[in-house]
């Protein structure tokens, strides 16, 4: 157990809706990072938020947001879904806002849009 | 062009043979870090190990071991007597120091038959 956790675990939804996922990083972390795995595109890095503002972004759709809370939780709002945004969403924390430091995965969210 | 290639997409061994899973990366940085994950048929991915870019220097744990060569712009991953346990997909990757992304290979997915 990494100690990052996140809800929900599975995700059905139709096209055009929206939807929220949720991540509490690991206890003293202070990064949280998003990654989409997909079949076809492999695990993308999504975005990064460190101590409650954005650090990086890497191939984040303009349909999608995120933010981190005071209490360092972050949500990840994905809206006017499409078929192909189903996928695999990991989020992962680190100690600090560096990207060279070891990352600790969360179990994921299943999301399916039919 | 792919910051990390793993060009063995698929490997099967049979239980207690070794098995070398490949890894090259792309960086014009003279400071970076790169890491290997495995994910396991749970999902969740776990974090192996982080080296730097100045450190050269092999590494071994129980019956994993890392090949680091700059020359080649290669980060091996060796496991020695394979079990089945050992059975899911490794993830090499990259992060540089100059920027604030991280990049993963497209994965290599082990498979050890008893």
């Known amino acids: 157990d990494s100690g990052v956790t996140q809800t929900p675990k599975h995700l059905i939804t139709a096209t055009g809706q929206r939807v929220t996922l949720r991540c509490s990083p690991r206890?003293?972390?202070?990064?949280v990072y998003w990654y989409q795995q997909s079949l076809d595109q492999g695990l993308q890095f999504l975005i990064q938020?460190?101590?409650?503002?954005?650090?990086a972004k890497g191939n984040i759709l303009e349909r999608f947001s995120a933010q981190q809370f005071p209490d360092l939780h972050s949500e990840l709002n994905l809206s006017s879904l499409e078929l192909g945004d189903s996928a695999l969403y990991f989020c992962?924390?680190?100690?600090?806002?560096?990207?060279?430091?070891?990352?600790?995965f969360g179990p994921g969210t299943r999301l399916t849009v039919t | 062009a792919q910051k990390v290639t793993q060009a063995q997409t698929e490997i099967s061994v049979v239980e207690k043979e070794d098995v070398t899973l490949d890894c090259v990366y792309e960086t014009r940085d003279t400071t970076y870090y790169l890491f290997w994950y495995k994910q396991p048929p749970s999902g969740e991915l776990v974090f192996l190990i982080r080296?730097?870019?100045?450190?050269?220097q092999n590494e071994i744990s129980g019956r994993y071991s890392w090949n680091f060569q700059k020359s080649t712009s290669s980060f091996n991953f060796t496991i020695t007597a394979s079990q089945v346990v050992d059975s899911a997909v490794y993830f090499c990757a990259l992060s540089e120091f100059s920027g604030n992304q991280f990049y993963f290979g497209t994965g290599t997915s082990l498979t050890v038959i008893p």
């Open positions: 080296r730097n870019s100045f450190d050269e």
């Open positions: 206890s003293g972390d202070l990064s």
């Open positions: 938020y460190y101590n409650g503002e954005e650090r």
């Open positions: 992962a924390s680190s100690v600090d806002g560096t990207t060279w430091r070891e990352q600790y």
